[in-house]
T-cell receptor
């Protein structure tokens, strides 16, 4: 238990569906991150939020839409995804975006049919 | 962008054996991090290294920050079944978690 929770843990969706992934951290951190993890590939940073403001968008397609209503919660809204978007989506947090260590959640395993 | 080469890709060892894995980069880093990811979970930080030549231990794990600042090594001594998982290295130029470059992992299997 790292203090970062993600729901749902597994999600199967069609290409025309709209769904959302949720991340919550109980560590009092101010920076939150979304990563995509595909098999046999390095973690890919998607978005960074610091004090609720987006500080990094790593050229992510617009079918992925992040939302950070406060420093404890982070969402990833999904719509019209492609099968190649199937992956493990990891959320992480850190005290600030200028600290070196992160605490990761368990991830949401997403399958797009 | 920067890339990390992590090797080996996978290892199958007997319980009790020692394990070595490494990461190399074409460019320098100022921070090296080693993570472990258990099946069905997110990565957990094992060791952080901040200085070239630094050798740091965490129980049976020992990691070193290469003197050239372009590589790092992780050793596990006397492996046990719960060491199974994927081990990732990550390099940072500054202390900015969002600027980490990750290796693609070493999958470790330990046979009892």
């Amino acid at each position: 238990e790292t203090g970062v929770t993600q729901t749902p843990r597994h999600l199967v969706m069609g290409m025309t569906n709209k769904k959302s992934l949720k991340c919550e951290q109980h560590l009092g951190h101010n920076a939150m991150y979304w990563y995509k993890q595909s098999a046999k590939k390095p973690l890919e940073l998607m978005f960074v939020y610091n004090f609720k403001e987006q500080t990094e968008n790593n050229s992510v397609p617009s079918r992925f839409s992040p939302e950070c209503p406060n420093s404890s919660h982070l969402f990833l809204h999904l719509h019209t995804l492609q099968p190649e978007d199937s992956a493990l989506y990891l959320c992480a947090s850190s005290p600030r975006d200028t600290t070196d260590t992160q605490y990761f959640g368990p991830g949401t395993r997403l399958t797009v049919l | 962008g920067q890339q990390l080469n992590q090797s080996p890709q996978s290892m199958f060892i007997q319980e009790g054996e020692d394990v070595s894995m490494n990461c190399t980069s074409s460019s320098i880093f100022n921070t090296w991090l080693w993570y472990k990811q258990d099946p069905g979970e997110g990565p957990v930080l094992l060791i952080a290294l901040y200085k070239a030549g630094e050798l740091t231990s965490n129980g049976r794990l020992t990691a070193q920050f290469g003197i050239t600042r372009k590589d790092s090594f992780l050793n596990i001594s006397a492996s046990i079944p719960s060491d199974v998982g994927i081990y990732f290295c990550a390099g940072q130029l500054g202390t900015n978690a969002g600027k980490s470059t990750f290796g693609d992992g070493t999958t470790l299997t330990v046979k009892p």
